[in-house]
């Protein structure tokens, strides 16, 4: 059945029930609850209401479920093509993640040798400066200290993570953040640093759930400070 043939009967269905209810509309707005009669009267309103929200409910029900059919089947319909196009993302980018972390060790083992290369050219750095010490004195200080400050720059540059470089395809590259966080370890004494003003209070957020259970139990006769217990009414009409 077409949504449209649906849509024009539920239309029909309501045209009625709409009128219907703007009467009643003005009927409730116009009665005053002042004694027993007049209880009673909108008691029966609120039944009659209740009776024609169900008969609503119904009528919407018995016009939706075949559209909701439809849209089963048509689900039903796209269910394997989208499983298959999952599955085949799915096994896309496993490979895409293999060749990745392939090129993070390869980066890895190449950032290794480096450093190790680098060290080596430090310890030959040293021992040429203290050649040079050796056999020109404090003349040849100058030229130890720059032959030792560039195989330290070399040995720093080895020490930086390996970077890969980002390919076509790849969604993101891993990047390391670090970040300042906080964790409680003993609720009272940061309960004790709002109070002394070195916190906002803000910070602590009243579970009102277990405050109301504290205020059952103690009712008029609870007494604890930041607290006021009373009793709330509230009336509803069934």
Known sequence: MET?????LAIAELTPIVTDIAAFTG??????VTDEETQGQVGDLVKMMQHRRRKIEDKRED???PLN???REINALFKPPRDEIDTIIRAAKAKMNRFAQAQVAIANEKKRQERQKAEAERKEA???AEALRKKAGEAAEPVAQVVQEEAEKKVEK????????TTRGQEASVVTTKTWKAEVVDLKELALAVGEGRLP??????????????ARTLQDEGTINGLRFYQHVSTAVR
């Not at 009927?27 to 005053?32: A, H, K, Q, R, S």
């Open 27 to 32: 009927t409730i707005d116009g009665i005053d």
């Open 4 to 8: 449209n043939t649906q849509k024009s």
């Open 69 to 71: 059919a439809v849209v």
């Open 126 to 128: 040293e021992d040429l």
């Open 158 to 165: 080895a020490a930086k993570p390996a970077r890969v470089a």
């Open 63 to 65: 016009l939706v479920k």
């Open 201 to 214: 209070t803000h910070v602590l957020e009243p579970n009102m759930r277990a405050l109301n259970d504290i």
